[in-house]
Nanobody, 111 residues
Framework: QVQLVESGGGLVQAGGSLRLSCAAS????????MAWYRQAPGKQRDLVAT???????NYADSVKGRFTISRDNVKNTVYLQMNSLKPEDTAVYYC?????WGQGTQVTVSS
């Protein structure tokens, strides 16, 4: 059974940093593309970043240069390092593998 468990969210001031983690189980982690999405109140869920099995990354324009996605294939974990956070980054952040979603972790950035 696929399980994705996010952690690392919280409240931070604008300009601060957070690192999100997503621990995966029930999948052959190292061969799969993983993704982070986010959903702000009243808005649709948007793609933030992806990382392929080979380590290739892609980012939404809104986070390029500030966020970094990475993976540890030994720990079956994907990370999202978020720097220079802005109030508009406030959202619930979700980890995704194929059609499976994690439960989400709240990130709140105060101005």
């Amino acid at each position: 059974q696929v399980q994705l468990v996010e952690s690392g969210g919280g409240l931070v001031q604008a300009g601060g940093s957070l690192r999100l983690s997503c621990a995966a189980s029930g999948i052959i982690f190292r061969v799969n593309t993983m993704a982070w999405y986010r959903q702000a109140p009243g808005k649709q869920r948007d793609l933030v970043a992806t990382i392929s099995s080979a380590g290739s990354t892609n980012y939404a324009d809104s986070v390029k240069g500030r966020f970094t996605i990475s993976r540890d294939n030994v720990k079956n974990t994907v990370y999202l390092q978020m720097n220079s956070l802005k109030p508009e980054d406030t959202a619930v952040y979700y980890c995704k593998y194929n059609s499976w979603w994690g439960q989400g972790t709240q990130v709140t950035v105060s101005s």
